[in-house]
């Protein structure tokens, strides 16, 4: 069992909370997630990981309340337990393996869209620690819905806050802001952008016009987190990736987000699900590793 120590809504439906899992907070690095399951007979429910602590063996997780298993979740308090917390999973962010001398050379950008603003903290903060400061993005539709705030401007070289409304920090969308920046002559090696699949499909089109190498996560489009269910089936660059077993980081120019997001929607109904795993074929899921669907 793993005990929850701290429990707390940060905004209408998103909900922080420290885990004590020390084997997990041991291994973990930027850009990976966690499976919970608040019991036996619940759903998987992959999680990417907003912070962890070493020393303290904790790890922090931001989720919205999208379905069942997330509103029961969100119903838990501090001294609660999950039944099941796995990882870390999925492949750490590039940069992590990367030469320290190599990457202070480069201006690196980060947008964080809604809750995406939680797996981009542990990044931006692993780069703060190294001497390393980028400058963040924070987009949210409104003030009331922004997160993390304080936390990422600790560790941010810069940080711009954006609202949809225009009721806190710049108006308009994420994707102004990047170009606002660029013509006040800012210059990046790297963008990072998390978030809704929408967002990241705008960032990625608009960075590309400007020569900038974008890497995004597509976190959100797992459900099992093994590769067993096909949901988080995407074409990157032409052939068949899996976001949890072989992401969840990508190369966000060669990502088919049109393909994806359509998929979503199917996805959603029994029937829907049986037409992809009969359109799609061996290459349906891949995380078996007998189908060829994760090679």
């Not at 819905?145 to 070289?157: D, Q, S, T």
């Not at 978030?195 to 990625?204: A, E, T």
């Not at 016009?209 to 096909?230: A, H, K, Q, R």
Request: net charge negative.
């Amino acid at each position: 069992m793993y005990k929850i120590l701290e429990a707390k809504e940060l905004a209408a439906n998103i909900y922080y909370m420290v885990v004590e899992a020390k084997r997990v907070a041991k291994a973990c690095k930027p850009g990976q997630f966690v499976i919970v399951r608040t019991d036996e007979q619940s759903e998987r429910i992959p999680l990417t990981i907003c912070d962890y602590d070493t020393e303290k063996g904790t790890v922090t997780i931001v989720f919205q309340i999208v379905g069942a298993g997330t509103q029961f979740m969100a119903s838990l308090k501090q001294g609660d337990c999950f039944h099941d917390f796995v990882g870390p999973l999925g492949c750490p962010s590039e940069f992590v393996s990367e030469e320290l001398d190599t990457l202070k050379k480069k201006k690196m950008l980060f947008v964080a869209g809604g809750v995406g603003t939680a797996p981009v903290y542990p990044q931006v903060k692993w780069l703060h620690e190294r001497g390393i400061d980028a400058d963040v993005i924070v987009g949210a539709k409104t003030k009331e819905l922004l997160i993390l705030e304080e936390e990422m401007k600790a560790v941010a070289g810069n940080l711009y806050v954006t609202t949809d409304d225009g009721s806190y920090g710049r108006s308009g969308m994420v994707t102004q802001t990047i170009s606002d920046l660029v013509k006040e002559g800012k210059h990046y090696d790297v963008c990072v952008a998390i978030g809704p699949m929408i967002m990241m499909k705008f960032v990625c089109k608009l960075t590309k016009e400007l020569e900038i190498p974008t890497i995004v996560s597509l976190n959100p489009i797992m459900v099992d987190g093994t590769g067993m269910c096909g949901a988080c089936r995407v074409t990157v660059g032409g052939k068949v990736k899996f976001a949890c077993v072989d992401g969840p980081e990508f190369d966000g120019h060669l990502v088919n987000f049109d393909e994806a997001m359509q998929r979503q929607q199917i996805y959603k109904t029994q029937e829907g699900r049986a037409f992809l795993k009969a359109k799609e074929g061996d290459t349906h899921h891949g995380g078996c590793g007998n189908c060829g669907g994760d090679k």
